[in-house]
């Protein structure tokens, strides 16, 4: 059993900056394939970033050059540091996990319980 807790969330003016954190449990949490999701409301969710075995760190197209995940193995936890943030930015963003082999992500995903990013105009 994987428990993510993510942090970081809060409500800032359009062309600030803000950095997500998700700490997870569990011996094998370093190893795993890690994400970020986002969902606004009436929205379906959608991948933001995503470190995954053989393919490195990925972005979705709209916040390529504004937003780097990255991930800290001692401290068991991943980040999305957001950087050029938008209006459209705002979303509920929710962590993720899922095991990783050497070639792809396979097993239960684990979500976090989302934290609140608003970036007013």
């Known amino acids: 059993q994987v428990q993510l807790v993510e942090s970081g969330g809060a409500s800032v003016a359009a062309g600030g900056s803000l950095r997500l954190s998700c700490a997870g449990s569990g011996s094998y949490y370093a190893t795993g394939c890690m994400a970020w999701f986002r969902q606004a409301p009436g929205k379906k969710r959608e991948g933001v970033a995503f470190?995954?075995?053989?393919?490195?760190?990925r972005y979705t197209d709209s916040v390529k050059g504004r937003f780097t995940m990255s991930k800290d193995n001692t401290k068991n936890t991943h980040y999305l540091q957001m950087n050029g943030l938008k209006p459209e930015d705002t979303a509920m963003y929710y962590c993720?996990?899922?095991?990783?082999?050497?070639?792809?992500?396979?097993?239960?995903?684990?979500w976090g319980q989302g934290t609140q990013v608003t970036v007013s105009s």
């Open positions: 470190i995954t075995p053989g393919e490195g760190t």
């Open positions: 993720w996990w899922r095991h990783a082999s050497s070639s792809n992500c396979y097993g239960e995903p684990y």
